[in-house]
């Protein structure tokens, strides 16, 4: 217990702020002293208590000033080791741009050392070597050669995703501002994820989706157009007749899951292309809307559409995709349907704000409400829907996501187990809103 006084004591006594009381400790003692020698007795016991208790109050003070210093040393200290081994790099900077944090991530990445970047402002003048300059570029996405944005709408944190190509790197940068307790700007921090291990591994898988899929699609359109010929021969027994037909629609059920596999690879490349034109959208609703009434009858499913009092109501959409993913919701809300059920198609105008939103409801199997988060996953389908219609790729509701953010709008699910599920989706009236650009796949 001693021993571990001595060494606190120790390390307390060589701190800057405990230098007042040893500088005024010798000082006391000649005082007190000085007392005895040319005051009174009386008066210089007094003089003694009062040299004491001021020295002990300083004392006092200088050890917490210390304990606290060493505190916060410690804190920070650790805080600094965290960011130094952080996997993402860390850049902070105040407001004129002078760089005050860059971790080793931060080094390894744009292969800089801190030592020449901590301390100086940096700006795209200051570039000279290339790797200077792809900095640059993540500190101004702007200069960047690729840029796309991620942030969330509102959000306080920027995300932006670039692309380089010498050197090849795929780097998703956050930024977030630093403010003080009193709400003043104080500067910016940047959190760097290198995901171009990430992205070529993904690049990687989606040339070989694409690839098996092309190489299926062949032979299995060859499959489905020999059971349409089968299937008009004469003379073919009821036995024979349902085994083709049972093969037809066995064929067409995997071809469209390899033409979703090739969808989903085009979108996750940034290359699903998309031609947008103005249309009537009303029209193009009942359109669909006739083509699916043949196949909810085999189902014994009733159709109904709401239109708004509108008609015609223009929308800058492309009609291709867009109807991709209605008829993708349709068949989903007629084949999880019940018996003589129905399914609503509602369009109408938002009354306060510049969209139309789309709804088709059923009143089918519903989805449990733990999966309502995980449906627009690709791959994901709810084992009720499982039981129900085993073949699926479970990457209608992906799909449909992406090309509906394409569009500018949302898209969500509300759903009632064993009463029914509504999915809805807006669209801008403004061709404004609609992105510039069209954005790799999301919806993981």
Avoid at 110 to 129: H, L
Avoid at 370 to 398: P, Q
């Amino acid at each position: 217990m001693l021993k571990r006084f001595k060494r606190i004591a120790g390390v307390y006594a060589k701190l800057p702020e405990m230098r007042l009381f040893w500088i005024l400790l010798p000082i006391v003692f000649v005082l007190i002293g000085i007392s005895f020698f040319y005051m009174p007795l009386v008066v210089s016991y007094i003089s003694a208590g009062i040299f004491a208790l001021m020295l002990l109050v300083v004392f006092m003070s200088s050890l917490r000033l210390a304990r606290s210093n060493l505190e916060v040393k410690v804190e920070r200290n650790e805080l600094s080791s965290i960011i130094d081994n952080l996997r993402d790099g860390i850049i902070a900077y105040d407001t004129d741009f002078k760089i005050m944090v860059f971790n080793r991530a931060a080094e390894i990445i744009f292969e800089i050392g801190a030592d020449k970047i901590v301390g100086k402002i940096y700006s795209p003048d200051t570039t000279r070597s290339s790797r200077s300059l792809l900095l640059a570029q993540a500190m101004f996405p702007s200069l960047a050669p690729v840029a796309i944005s991620r942030s969330e709408p509102n959000s306080a944190v920027t995300v932006t995703d670039l692309s380089f190509e010498d050197p090849k790197l795929e780097l998703r940068v956050s930024t977030a501002k630093i403010i003080d307790p009193a709400g003043k700007l104080l500067g910016f921090l940047k959190i760097v994820n290198n995901r171009t291990r990430e992205v070529e591994i993904m690049r990687s898988k989606s040339e070989f989706i694409t690839i098996a899929a092309h190489q299926l699609r062949t032979p299995l359109s060859s499959i489905g157009w020999t059971f349409e010929i089968l299937e008009k021969e004469e003379g073919l027994s009821v036995a024979s007749r349902e085994f083709v037909q049972n093969g037809s629609k066995a064929a067409n059920a995997v071809l469209k899951i390899v033409n979703d596999l090739l969808d989903v690879s085009k979108i996750e490349e940034g290359r699903f292309g998309y031609e947008f034109q103005s249309i009537d959208i009303v029209a193009f609703l009942k359109g669909i809307l006739d083509e699916a009434s043949f196949f909810a009858g085999k189902y014994n499913v009733h159709i109904y559409f709401e239109k708004p009092s509108e008609d015609p109501l223009m929308l800058t959409v492309d009609p291709p995709k867009l109807s991709l993913v209605l008829n993708s919701l349709i068949d989903n809300a007629i084949k999880y349907n019940v018996k003589n059920g129905k399914v609503t198609v509602k369009l109408e105008k938002l009354p306060d704000a510049p969209y139309v939103q789309i709804s088709v409801s059923d009143t089918g199997l519903g989805i449990p409400h733990d999966d309502l988060d995980k449906l627009f996953r690709k791959f994901f389908r709810a084992d009720n829907a499982i039981k129900v219609e085993t073949v699926g790729s479970g990457l209608g509701l992906y799909i449909a996501r992406n090309v509906i953010l394409r569009h500018g709008g949302k898209i969500s699910v509300d759903s009632e187990l064993n009463r029914g599920t509504t999915v809805q989706f807006t669209l801008p009236t403004d061709p404004g809103l609609i992105p510039d650009q069209e954005m790799k796949g999301v919806g993981e």
